[in-house]
């Protein structure tokens, strides 16, 4: 019996035994069933645009290579939804050129978005626009959930079937990557309607439904990609089919040439593809390109660098074709870094060899885009390294109104130079300095000692920039590292408050006339002098950034007929020295000088050079030592004019030193036009003279 016992306890507690474990394994599994699934992060292309993505928060995944400028940017820190995310996440310096995650937040739009260049990534500017974005490590935040699948805007046209509104593509496997599938959901909205049908070829019903009819391709499609472009579904992936450089974006507002459903495409056809046309696909058409059709937002330029800039480019036969690639890139790169547009900083291009030649003008390329595109295109010349002639053509031809010049940006010119120029500079240079252009001396593979033997000019840079303090030369041991002066470049011909060859003897002064009215002169003289100051006046350029031009007539007493600030335009100038009456009486020329320093010349502008021509016809009744030596102490420096029955004396102590150079006597007053080319010269000569460290 008891043995019974036993056993039957054994089946028992055996049976527990069972019944337990089988239990903890269920649970187990109900554990596995109700574990929270890991969250995915998607994937985006570099040219996904922050406006298409309807989600107003999300985290994502950038691929490698979204530095390049083809995915455009606008904005700093807050960027606009027409910019890439991944081109912005770069600017920002979230990401850098690798890749990786980030967190994408949607904010308000706002007016003006202002362009810069940070990480390697030139953002653009722009006026406005509807929606913005910040982006921010992606980190995801405690209590917030974020979509595996990110919701993109889109749009069917009235051919496509209703049921076909949500559709999911998973993104084939790319070689080396490990980014997980992206599933993409099209949200329908509404259709295109009115001057969009009326210009487009209506679509078949079955387009985009069967693989059998063809969809539009653009230029460069290759014909093993038909079947992709075939399906009605969306790619987003940076090795889909339009990350293909000939193939038109379809986020671009650009489009393309419409064939009907059902026709078959011969290879000649695809020709016919151009960019400008617009495309209404039987399967997709974005919302936003339908509502911004051709219009994708250009910068008008960074309004801090607004210069006139000529680059003279060295294409002698020496460079050879590799090198000549290289200072091409170059090029490319400024342009980009720049912001070209017409607020800001326009550029054109002279090569020289043999001799010089545009290869465009300043307005010829108004953005950085179509700028690069042209410098692409740019032959070799071959021949000399003729520089001096080339800077020559700039000053002489390039700097005109009818090739763009602005007149109120400052002339700049980088001249690129292999080694050394076979022609000579310095004369050429000169002449440039001197008509208000800004030279700057990039010198690549210099001469070695060895080599200096054989240079043309020795220390031709220095000759050539327009100060020789170090700031206008740039000099390069080697062409396969000139892409690291792109930067170094940019902030010196931008930085307008340094240009200083932008001044010349002409655009730079505040003239202040002193005129005679005393008695002894005469209505008719009288009348002789203002035509004297009115043809010194037409030598200057005047405006209010420019020469400006003043007038005090003196007897005993004295009055301001204009001041520096009345008028800047030349005719109005004229006009107003037309209108200055003759006063008459005696002459107390010291005590005119001290009038013009208090009332004229007090409210000279810093920056300006003060020049005081002083006009007379005689002795003055008062001294006029003390007075010249306060207008010298103050920087003024003073031309007197006698004429007649003036005191050469007198006229000596009033000019500047050295008098031979700022007096002159005319016997009479009819001769006075004679001088006016002798006054300018002395100015100009004066002005030139200056030092250039």
């Known amino acids: 019996m008891g043995i019974v016992v036993l056993t039957m306890k054994a089946s028992v507690i055996e049976m527990f035994l069972v019944l337990l474990a089988t239990g903890i394994h269920s649970n187990k599994d109900v554990t596995k069933k109700i574990k929270r699934p890991k969250f995915t992060v998607p994937q985006i292309n570099c040219d996904v645009k922050a406006g298409k993505i309807i989600n107003p928060e999300f985290v994502v995944k950038c691929p490698a290579g979204c530095q390049d400028p083809k995915y455009h940017v606008y904005g700093t820190d807050i960027y606009a939804s027409y910019s890439s995310v991944c081109g912005a996440a770069i600017h920002s310096g979230v990401l850098d050129n690798s890749g990786g995650k980030i967190l994408v937040r949607k904010v308000a739009g706002q007016s003006g978005y202002k362009g810069s260049y940070s990480n390697g990534v030139q953002s653009l500017s722009l006026p406005r626009w509807r929606e913005s974005f910040i982006v921010s490590e992606g980190k995801p935040q405690k209590g917030v959930t974020y979509p595996s699948a990110l919701t993109y805007s889109s749009s069917k046209s009235p051919a496509a079937k209703t049921d076909e509104a949500t559709k999911a593509y998973q993104k084939p496997p790319v070689p080396e990557t490990t980014a997980q599938p992206v599933t993409l959901t099209q949200v329908t909205g509404a259709t295109a309607t009115g001057a969009a049908h009326a210009s487009l070829p209506k679509p078949s019903p079955s387009a985009g439904s069967t693989s059998s009819s063809l969809r539009p391709q653009p230029v460069g499609l290759r014909s093993g990609e038909l079947d992709l472009w075939a399906t009605s579904t969306y790619t987003s992936g940076q090795n889909s089919p339009r990350a293909d450089p000939g193939i038109q974006s379809w986020d671009s507002p650009r489009a393309a040439f419409q064939k009907p459903a059902g026709a078959e495409v011969s290879p000649g056809e695809m020709d016919l593809w151009k960019p400008g046309s617009v495309l209404l696909d039987a399967g997709f058409v974005p919302k936003e390109e339908l509502s911004t059709q051709a219009l994708e937002p250009l910068s008008q330029g960074d309004p801090n660098c607004k210069i006139d800039l000529a680059f003279v480019i060295d294409g002698s036969s020496s460079i050879g074709k590799r090198r000549f690639r290289i200072q091409k890139q170059f090029l490319a790169d400024v342009a980009q870094a720049l912001d070209i547009g017409p607020a800001g900083p326009l550029m054109g291009i002279v090569q020289y060899g043999d001799n010089p030649s545009a290869q465009f003008n300043l307005r010829t390329h108004m953005n950085s885009r179509d700028l690069r595109t042209a410098i692409e295109k740019i032959t070799q010349r071959g021949g000399l390294s003729n520089a001096g002639r080339a800077i020559s053509f ?57 080599e200096k033997q054989y240079v043309v000019e020795p220390n031709f840079s220095h000759k050539a920039v327009c100060r020789t303090n170090g700031f206008y030369s740039l000099n390069v041991q080697s062409w396969f590292s000139l892409h690291k002066t792109v930067q170094a470049l940019v902030k010196r011909v931008c930085d307008t408050d340094r240009l200083a060859c932008s001044k010349t003897c ?162 009479e007053f009819d001769n006075l036009y004679k001088f006016v080319p002798k006054v300018i010269q002395n100015i100009c000569t004066e002005f030139n003279s200056q030092p250039r460290n």
């Not at 700097?399 to 050394?420: E, H, L, M, T, Y």
């Not at 000169?430 to 010198?443: D, Y």
Request: aromatic share 10%; charged share 25%.
């Open 394 to 450: 700039v000053t002489k031809n390039f700097f005109s109104k009818a090739n763009g010049n602005r007149g109120s940006a400052p002339n700049v010119a980088v001249v690129i130079v292999d080694g050394w120029p076979t022609d000579k500079v310095e004369e050429a240079s000169r002449f440039a300095r001197e008509s208000g252009i800004n030279i700057f001396f990039i010198t690549i593979e210099g001469a070695t000692e060895n």
């Open 506 to 667: 002409l655009n730079s002064a505040d003239i202040g006339f002193v005129i005679d009215g005393s008695s002894s002169v005469g209505t008719g003289n009288f009348r002789t002098v203002l035509q004297f100051v009115a043809n010194l006046s037409k030598e200057f350029e005047i405006s209010d950034i420019d020469t400006r031009i003043g007038a005090v007539q003196y007897t005993y007493e004295q009055r301001l007929e204009f001041g520096f600030d009345d008028y800047n335009t030349k005719s109005d100038i004229l006009n107003a020295i037309k209108r200055v009456g003759y006063w008459s009486g005696g002459t107390s020329t010291g005590a005119a000088i001290n009038y013009a320093l208090e009332q004229l010349f007090k409210k000279s502008k810093p920056n300006k050079r003060k020049l005081m021509i002083l006009i007379t016809d005689g002795r003055s009744y008062d001294d006029v030592r003390i007075p010249a030596m306060v207008a010298h102490h103050k920087g003024v420096i003073t031309y007197a004019i006698g004429v007649a029955w003036a005191a050469q004396d007198e006229l000596e102590v009033i000019a500047t030193h050295p008098a031979k150079d700022h007096s002159f006597f005319v016997d």
